[in-house]
């Protein structure tokens, strides 16, 4: 597609169950990323993929969290046994990653509002 | 662990005033540097990037920032600013990682509100 594409949009869920968030980044972008950005806080990271493989996890801040990436595009975000802590803005971006120079600058999503109540 | 550090979390200005917004970070060596703006109601938008050559870098919307390698600063500015620059600005730092990729960290973003 055109952008980077998340759903849904919004979610409100009960304390105690999963969701799941999902990914569509541009096509041909092999690196995605998964933030959360919640009030004041600024960009929380999370954790980033190159192809399916994600090199860095050390953002997910419990084991609660979980991702995975599938054929190198669309990538879902877990979180079981939500918490109210979880409520947040969760963000996707993707980008052209040229692992010898660094990327070049991302594509966010819309993001996905969570509320936990 | 590596950070970006934003001066200011919030800035008042009426139009026609100069801007300049702070961003300092903690990575030594080789970074790609990043300022993204989000208005109100919309999603992250680049506004400009610095990956080599000219610490000088021009973005969109006038905006303008100085990479300062001595001072590990990304400092973003716009010499006259308008109602319509009313966002949250961020400032974004890119580095290796020592399983070959790149990882980008941001800071905590800075709220600026113009007057009309």
């Known amino acids: 597609g055109a952008g980077v594409s998340q759903s849904p949009s919004n979610k409100v869920t009960e304390k105690g169950k999963d969701v799941e968030l999902r990914c569509d980044p541009i096509?041909?972008?092999?690196?995605l990323y998964w933030y959360r950005q919640s009030l004041g806080q600024g960009l929380e990271f999370l954790i980033y993929?190159?192809?399916?493989?994600?090199?860095?996890k050390s953002g997910l801040p419990s084991d609660r969290f979980s991702a995975e990436r599938t054929g190198g595009s669309v990538s879902t975000l877990t979180i079981q046994r939500t918490q109210q802590e979880d409520s947040a803005v969760y963000l996707c971006?993707?980008?052209?990653?040229?692992?010898?120079?660094?990327?070049?600058?991302?594509?966010f999503g819309s993001g996905t509002r969570l509320t936990v109540v | 662990a590596q950070s970006v550090s934003q001066h200011n979390h919030h800035v008042i200005l009426s139009e026609a005033a100069s801007l300049e917004l702070g961003c300092n970070y903690s990575?030594?060596?080789?970074?790609?540097l990043f300022w993204y703006v989000q208005y109100p109601g919309q999603h992250l938008q680049l506004l400009l990037k610095?990956?080599?050559?000219?610490?000088l870098v021009k973005g969109i919307k006038g905006f303008e920032a100085e990479f300062i390698k001595s001072k590990f600063s990304f400092n973003l500015r716009k010499p006259s600013v308008q109602w319509s620059d009313t966002a949250e600005y961020f400032c974004?730092?890119?580095?290796?990682?020592?399983?070959?990729?790149?990882?980008?960290?941001f800071g905590a973003g800075t709220r600026l509100f113009v007057k009309a």
């Open positions: 971006a993707s980008s052209l990653s040229d692992v010898q120079g660094g990327d070049y600058g991302y594509t």
């Open positions: 096509s041909g972008h092999t690196a």
């Open positions: 993929f190159q192809g399916n493989s994600a090199p860095d």
């Open positions: 990575y030594g060596g080789t970074v790609n």
């Open positions: 610095y990956f080599s050559g000219d610490p």
């Open positions: 974004a730092v890119n580095y290796p990682l020592n399983t070959g990729g790149f990882k980008t960290i």
